[in-house]
C-alpha cells in the first residue's frame, strides 16, 4: 500500500472525513434488546455453560457503557427539552461569548472531561449549552478549538486545578 | 511517562482480554467490548444514517460477537474480527432496506437537539450527512472503511469480498461525490 | 438508570460488581489507569468515595498531562477525601466528603470542616464548603473567608445565602486571579443557578 492511497489531497473531502472520525457520534441505545436477547439465551440454555458468566459480563458492559454514555446523549438530548430532565436535575446553561473560534466544547465533571461528548453550540459571537446536572459542585472547563482551555469569565474559578490549566466551578442546588 | 502507542502492544492487550473472557473473566470481557464500542457506532451511523438500522446491526453484532468469541482466530485483533462481524450485518441490512426512503426520518432521528438556530457546526455536519447518503451503498461503504476506519485496500478486500481495483473505484467516486456536493451547497465550511 | 441496572444484575443473580473502570482502561496508558484503578480500589474498600477520584484521572489526561502527574493527583486527593471524612465523621454523605476535601486543598482546616457539621447536624454541609474554597480562590484570605462562612453558619442560613456570599466576592471588582492569556472574552450575564 503506497502513502498516495492514504492521503486526501482535497481539502472538502479532508474535512469530512476530519469531522467524520473526530465529530461527536450519536450513541446507540441497544443495551436492552442486547440483554433480553441473553437473558433468553441462558433461560433456553441455548449459552454453552463456561459463557453463561459472560452472558452476565456483556450485561455489565453493556450496562455501565451505556451509563456512561447516556451521560453524554442525556447532555446531547435534553438541550431544550425541560421535560425530558430527570427529577433530581436542574438544567445548567454555560456560555462562553468568543470569538475566532471554531469550535467549543464543554469538559467537566459531569461528563469525565471528554472535549467530544459535549460541543457547544454557537449563534453569532456566543457559544452555548444547557445541560441537566443534578445537585453538586462540578468543576469544569471550555475547550476553545480542541487545543486551549479557558475559564467560565461568569463563575468562580476553581482554586485546586491539579495541571496548571484554567478550570470553573459551578454549584447546583435543589 | 510514555503513552502505549505501539500497534502490538495494543494487540497483546487485545488478545490477553479474549484469553481472560474465555476463561470467565468478567471484566475482562466487559472492558474489550467498551473498548471497541465507538469504532463500531460510528461506522453503523454513518453508513447506515438513521438510529433504527444502526441500532439493530449494533444490537446483532454484539450478540454474535458474544456467542461467537471462541471461534476468533487472532485474539490480538478482535477488534477487526468484531468489525468484520458488523460490515457482514450492515451489508446485509443494506440489501434488505431502501435507505434513501428513509432519508427524510433520517435526518429527523439524528437531530439528538431540538434547533433553536444550528450553529455553523451542526450545519456543516447535517450537509455531510446529506451528502453520504446522496453515495451509493458500496461507495459509502468503502468510503468509509478506507478513509474513516483507516483499514487498507487488502483488509478492505477481506471485510468485503470486493475487489481492491472495484473498491478503489468506490473510494474515487465517492471523493467526487462528496467534493462536488458539498461545494455546491456552500462555500463557508472550509 | 441505576435502579434498572441493580434490577438486571439482581434478575442475573449478581450481587456485586468489581469491575475495573473501563473509562480508566481505555484512556490512560495502561500502567497509568493500573496505578489509578489501584487508588480507586483502595478508597473503595475504606468506604470513600471513588467517582471524583476517576474524573481527576480523566481530567488529568483530557489536559495531557503526564501519567505521573495524573497518579500523584488522584493520590492527594484520596487523602484529602480521607482527611475530609474523618473530620466530617463516618456517616458523612458523599457530597459533603468530596466538598470537604477541596476545601482542605484550598487551604482550610479539618478543625473548620468539623465546626461547619457541628452548626449544620442535620443538614448537608456541602455549600457552605464549597462556598468556603470559591472564596479562597477568588482571591480571600484563608481566614477571613472562614469568618464569613463561619457567621452564617452559625445564623442558620440557607444554602441560598452562601451563594449570594460567593456571588458578590465573584462581582466584577473583586480581585481574581490571574490566568494565562484568553481570546476577547465579554463577561457572560449568565448568572448561576
Redesign the interface.
Known amino acids: 500500500m503506497s502513502d498516495s492511497e492514504d492521503r486526501i489531497d482535497d481539502p472538502v473531502v479532508a474535512a469530512v472525513v476530519a469531522e467524520l472520525k473526530h465529530g461527536p457520534v450519536p450513541s446507540l441505545v441497544v443495551e436492552d434488546r442486547v440483554i433480553g436477547a441473553l437473558n433468553r439465551d441462558l433461560k433456553a440454555h441455548r449459552v454453552p455453560s463456561r459463557l453463561q458468566s459472560l452472558a452476565r459480563a456483556a450485561a455489565i458492559m453493556l450496562l455501565v457503557a451505556g451509563s456512561v454514555v447516556a451521560t453524554w446523549l442525556g447532555s446531547r438530548r435534553l438541550v431544550g427539552s425541560p421535560e425530558a430532565i430527570g427529577p433530581a436535575s436542574q438544567p445548567v446553561r454555560f456560555t462562553l461569548e468568543a470569538s475566532g473560534l471554531r469550535r467549543v466544547a464543554v469538559v467537566g465533571d459531569f461528563n469525565n472531561w471528554d472535549p467530544r461528548a459535549t460541543p457547544m453550540r454557537r449563534h453569532g459571537g456566543t457559544w452555548d449549552i444547557t445541560l441537566p446536572l443534578r445537585p453538586g459542585r462540578y468543576r469544569y472547563s471550555f475547550v476553545a478549538d480542541d487545543q486551549r482551555y479557558l475559564a467560565d469569565p461568569g463563575r468562580p474559578p476553581a482554586g485546586d486545578d491539579d495541571f496548571g490549566t484554567p478550570t470553573s466551578v459551578i454549584t447546583v442546588v435543589n | 511517562?510514555?503513552?502505549?502507542s505501539g500497534l502490538s502492544?495494543v494487540s497483546q492487550?487485545d488478545a490477553v482480554l479474549v484469553q481472560r473472557?474465555?476463561a470467565?473473566?468478567?471484566?475482562?470481557?466487559?472492558?474489550l467490548?467498551?473498548?471497541h464500542?465507538?469504532r463500531l457506532?460510528?461506522y453503523?451511523?454513518?453508513l447506515l444514517g438513521n438510529?433504527e438500522d444502526?441500532?439493530e446491526v449494533?444490537?446483532d453484532t454484539?450478540?454474535r460477537a458474544?456467542?461467537g468469541?471462541?471461534r476468533c482466530q487472532e485474539p490480538s485483533r478482535v477488534g477487526t474480527w468484531m468489525f468484520r462481524i458488523l460490515v457482514n450485518r450492515c451489508r446485509s441490512r443494506l440489501a434488505k432496506v431502501d435507505l434513501i426512503e428513509r432519508g427524510a426520518t433520517a435526518d429527523a432521528a439524528?437531530a439528538?437537539?431540538?434547533s433553536?438556530?444550528?450553529?455553523?457546526?451542526?450545519e456543516?455536519?447535517e450537509e455531510?450527512e446529506r451528502?453520504l447518503k446522496e453515495l451509493t451503498p458500496d461507495q459509502r461503504e468503502a468510503f468509509?472503511l478506507k478513509?474513516?476506519e483507516?483499514f487498507?485496500?487488502?483488509e478492505i478486500e477481506s471485510l468485503t469480498g470486493a475487489p481492491a481495483s472495484a473498491l478503489?473505484m468506490r473510494v474515487l467516486r465517492a471523493?467526487e461525490g462528496?467534493?462536488r456536493r458539498?461545494?455546491e451547497g456552500s462555500r463557508d465550511?472550509? | 438508570m441505576v435502579s434498572r441496572i441493580l434490577l438486571v444484575l439482581s434478575a442475573l443473580g449478581f450481587s456485586s460488581l468489581q469491575a475495573q473502570d473501563s473509562r480508566l482502561q481505555t484512556r490512560l496508558p495502561a500502567e497509568v489507569a493500573s496505578q489509578v484503578q489501584g487508588l480507586v480500589d483502595s478508597a473503595a474498600q475504606n468506604g470513600l468515595p471513588t467517582e471524583p477520584l476517576i474524573q481527576k484521572a480523566l481530567e488529568g489526561q483530557s489536559k495531557g498531562a503526564e501519567g505521573a502527574r495524573i497518579v500523584a493527583a488522584v493520590r492527594t486527593l484520596s487523602g484529602q477525601l480521607g482527611e475530609s471524612r474523618t473530620a466530617l465523621g463516618p456517616d458523612a454523605p458523599e457530597a459533603d466528603i468530596v466538598a470537604g476535601a477541596a476545601c482542605l486543598k484550598a487551604g482550610a482546616t479539618p478543625a473548620m470542616i468539623t465546626e461547619l457539621r457541628r452548626l449544620r447536624p442535620e443538614q448537608s454541609v456541602a455549600v457552605p464548603l464549597g462556598v468556603l474554597s470559591d472564596l479562597v480562590a477568588l482571591g480571600v484570605d484563608v481566614p477571613k473567608a472562614w469568618e464569613q462562612v463561619h457567621s452564617l453558619a452559625a445564623a442558620h442560613g440557607p444554602d441560598t445565602d452562601f451563594l449570594a456570599l460567593r456571588d458578590r466576592a465573584s462581582a466584577p471588582n473583586t480581585k481574581q486571579p490571574p490566568g494565562p492569556v484568553q481570546p476577547k472574552l465579554v463577561p457572560s450575564a449568565n448568572s448561576p443557578p
Open positions: 511517562m510514555a503513552l502505549s502492544e492487550t473472557a474465555l470467565g473473566d468478567q471484566a475482562a470481557y466487559a472492558e467490548m467498551a473498548r464500542r465507538r457506532e460510528r453503523a451511523w454513518f438510529r444502526a441500532e449494533l444490537q454484539f450478540l458474544f456467542r468469541l471462541d439524528f439528538v437537539a431540538p433553536e438556530g444550528e450553529s455553523e457546526r451542526g456543516w455536519r455531510i451528502a468509509l478513509h474513516v483507516d487498507s485496500y487488502q478503489r471523493c462528496l467534493r458539498l461545494r465550511y472550509v
